[in-house]
């Protein structure tokens, strides 16, 4: 039975959750075994309900289930888009975090204020670190989020058929991105493992994300055409066939809402 907004007990809620089994959080978004870059199409004014129901709710639910919540953003380009991560030690301590975070009482208490924000929910990409990992500073700053007025851009690659070799997962196209983009840089690539937690879909398909911050939106416009013109990125983009997305995104709540 669900548990009505009005006849919840907040000062219940942690104690509940902390009876039922929870994932093991990392201690790191670069300790992380697996993480979601998740996009959420919001109506006209669902954003600051959304993030007020995280800051006072589902940052601090999360973590005591076992998950590690990074930055929420916003989209500069899509005011209605709600960005954010969250992280896991592994795919079982997933499915244990979100097991006891999505059939405890907080998430009952507040899931019809948070989904009637929502147009979609989908757009989801389960991710693990390129292989070597790359830009551990950068995953950690995923926590306590950018400085103030920084831009982050996030590059979404998806449909690369050869996203299990060369540049892609190896070292190399990491270090072009630094190079050039001058700015230290994290990368990800697709978890292959299947969806433990089914009833939150993800979006199959191979995928390359990375992303970086910037001081302001000219810095970032600058360090892309020097991207673009770069010999290595033009080869791969001239005989790319899948989407690539770039997001430029500002940082509205940090993970670290909740001590």
Request: glycine share 6%; aromatic share 28%; no cysteine.
């Given at each position: 039975m669900e548990v009505p907004v009005e006849q919840t007990d907040e000062r219940n809620l942690t104690s509940a959750t902390t009876a039922m089994e929870r994932g093991r959080k990392p201690v790191s978004f670069a300790a992380a075994g697996v993480v979601e870059l998740r996009r959420y199409l919001l109506h006209p004014g669902g954003f600051p309900v959304l993030r007020r129901l995280f800051e006072n709710h589902?940052?601090?639910g999360q973590q005591d289930a076992g998950m590690l919540v990074g930055t929420v953003y916003e989209d500069l380009d899509q005011p209605d888009r709600f960005v954010?991560?969250?992280?896991?030690a592994d795919m079982a301590d997933r499915r244990r975090a979100l097991e006891t975070f999505y059939d405890g009482p907080l998430w009952a208490a507040h899931r019809d204020?948070?989904?009637a924000t929502m147009i979609d929910s989908d757009d989801v990409l389960l991710l693990r670190h390129t292989d070597p990992p790359h830009g551990d500073m950068f995953a950690d700053r995923l926590v306590s989020g950018p400085p103030p007025g920084t831009t982050t851009a996030t590059m979404i690659v998806r449909g690369a058929v050869d996203l299990d070799e060369?540049?892609?997962?190896t070292g190399k196209l990491p270090d072009i991105l630094e190079a050039v983009l001058q700015v230290p840089v994290s990368t990800w690539r697709t978890e292959p493992a299947a969806n433990t937690f089914p009833r939150l879909p993800v979006r199959p398909g191979l995928a390359f994300v990375w992303t970086a911050d910037f001081s302001d939106p000219a810095e970032l416009a600058a360090a892309l055409n020097r991207l673009r013109a770069?010999?290595?990125w033009r080869r791969w983009g001239d005989g790319h066939t899948g989407d690539v997305e770039l997001m430029r995104l500002r940082g509205v709540t940090t993970g670290q809402a909740r001590p």
């Open positions: 589902f940052i601090a954010w991560w969250r992280a896991f204020e948070a989904n060369g540049m892609w997962v770069h010999p290595d």
